[in-house]
């Protein structure tokens, strides 16, 4: 079978840093990708870990660790743009990429 | 720039009509993906196509069936259209290398009366 938990939401300040947390239970698991979507958009892929360990993107940075079936998505200098859901996605070789319900984000002033 | 088409943004349907959503990329991508999300139900995954007149389940593929006669174009019908379909349909493609970067289409809207 196949889980993924997420918080539902998340609230945070202006310049502050959250952390967007991820477990999951995945068949044939590969890696791990992050998207963002904003209200009324479409999801847009934010980052990949292939491999155990921190990737770093600019504000965003993207944790694994596969022994744990655990991940996160550290945003840093929050903006009010960055208030949007957030998606977690266990990738396996099927290219069956399942989204759930995502973290949605909101950042205040 | 990559780009997924979808060729209509808004469509008002009656229940019981034959539905079709297209969707092009421009990008040759070998995987192509139909989501639909909902409000309270993130997004799930219909159907996808790894390749030319290959297609697989995803998690609600009940009310769909799918097409991909050509690599850029995926079709996502739904044969007789009830009012729970009633969403946002959401069609994205990918390369085969598997590091999970979709490129999703703007969507669709689709609404059964």
């Known amino acids: 079978g196949q889980s993924l938990e997420q918080p539902s939401e998340v609230t945070a300040v202006e310049g502050a840093i959250v952390q967007i947390n991820c477990t999951y239970q995945?068949?044939?698991?590969?890696?791990l990708s992050w998207y963002q979507q904003h209200d009324g958009g479409a999801p847009t892929f934010l980052s990949y870990n292939g491999l155990d360990g921190l990737e770093e993107t600019g504000r965003f940075s993207s944790f694994l660790s596969r022994s744990d079936s655990y991940g996160y998505l550290l945003l840093q200098e929050l903006q009010m743009k960055d208030s949007a859901s957030y998606f977690c996605v266990p990738g396996t070789g099927t290219y069956k990429y399942i989204f759930g319900t995502g973290t949605r984000l909101k950042v205040l002033a | 720039d990559v780009k997924v088409t979808q060729s209509s943004r808004y469509l008002v349907k009656r229940t019981g009509e034959k539905v079709f959503l297209e969707c092009v990329q421009d990008?040759?991508?070998?995987?192509m993906f139909w989501y639909r999300q909902d409000p309270g139900l993130g997004l799930r995954l219909i159907y996808f196509?790894?390749?030319?007149?290959?297609?697989e389940k995803g998690d609600i593929p009940e009310g769909y069936s799918v097409s991909r006669e050509k690599k850029e174009r995926f079709s996502l019908i739904l044969e007789s259209a009830s009012t729970n379909q009633t969403s946002m349909y959401l069609c994205a493609s990918s390369p085969p290398d598997n590091t999970g970067e979709l490129f999703f289409g703007e969507g669709s809207r689709l609404t059964v009366l």
């Open positions: 196509s790894y390749d030319v007149k290959m297609k």
């Open positions: 990008m040759d991508h070998e995987n």
């Open positions: 995945t068949s044939g698991f590969y890696g």
